[in-house]
């Protein structure tokens, strides 16, 4: 089939420096300032330490896409990545708030599937986990 798989660092995750790895009700009693501010969807420029502010990674999501879409213009593209960078591009390309996370909570292994051009994107299949039906849960967590 001739894919070729290439790695695009802008498309990693959002880079929470000091908190990375960190429970949320630990981060809010190690920083409860900052755990605030994150309430206000209106704050852009909130991050934590060593970390990205929201307004960074939208920015960083935003323009891999667009050079994605540059460089491959009339091709179609598989693009692998987690929630957040999924949910930060799809709240911008339909004009929506990015810091709200709640509106585009992108499940694990979901499927989404856009026909995006310069002009326009159409929105076939969205946060998708109906190929996960019937998996048995290695688990056994039901």
């Not at 206000?40 to 935003?62: M, N």
């Not at 026909?115 to 039901?142: K, M, R, S």
Request: negative net charge; charged residues 20%.
């Amino acid at each position: 089939m001739g894919l070729i798989a290439e790695i695009r660092p802008n498309l990693v995750e959002w880079h929470f420096g000091a908190a990375e790895g960190q429970a949320v009700d630990v981060l809010a009693g190690l920083y409860p300032e900052i755990a605030a501010r994150f309430e206000d969807l209106q704050d852009s420029d909130v991050g934590w330490p060593e970390g990205e502010t929201r307004r960074q990674l939208h920015e960083r999501v935003y323009a891999e896409f667009l050079d994605i879409l540059q460089t491959y213009a009339n091709h179609a593209v598989i693009v692998v990545a987690h929630g957040g960078v999924f949910g930060s591009l799809l709240a911008q390309i339909q004009g929506k708030d990015p810091n709200d996370w709640r509106r585009f909570n992108i499940q694990n292994c979901s499927v989404t599937h856009l026909d995006v051009t310069v002009e326009d994107t159409t929105i076939y299949l969205l946060n998708d986990v109906e190929h996960l039906n019937g998996l048995a849960d290695p688990l056994g967590v039901t």
